[in-house]
């Protein structure tokens, strides 16, 4: 049975860290590019990052880029969004699923959410 656990969110002020983390089990995450896709209040669900299977390569959001770092430790079966210089906007549920790197910023297939529970950011003063 797939499951992915996020987990790592929480309320944090503009300019602060999180780091988030997907524990995979019950498929191969090696074999797979990942993704972090967020649904934010009143906005698309959009694919803000993505890494190689391998994690040789990645792609991000216009909008996150040299604030948000996606890794993977394939040996943990774990993908991380280390998240910096958060911004109000930023507030959202975040969840990872695969996803194809060539497709970062385009809106969230329909079973997004289908294996994970997602991990609220939150980012307020």
């Known amino acids: 049975q797939v499951q992915l656990v996020e987990s790592g969110g929480g309320l944090v002020q503009p300019g602060g860290s999180l780091r988030l983390s997907c524990a995979s089990s019950g498929f191969t995450l090696s074999s797979y590019a990942m993704g972090w896709y967020r649904q934010a209040p009143g906005k698309e669900c959009e694919l803000v990052a993505a890494i190689t299977s391998a994690g040789g390569s990645a792609n991000y959001a216009t909008s996150l880029k040299g604030r948000f770092t996606i890794s993977r430790d394939n040996a943990k079966n774990t993908v991380y969004l280390q998240m910096n210089s958060l911004k109000p906007e930023d507030t959202a549920v975040y969840y990872c699923?695969?996803?194809?790197?060539?497709?970062?910023?385009?809106?969230?297939?329909?079973?997004?959410?289908?294996w994970g529970q997602g991990t609220q950011v939150t980012v307020s003063s």
């Open positions: 699923n695969l996803a194809d790197p060539v497709l970062v910023g385009s809106r969230c297939p329909a079973d997004f959410d289908a």
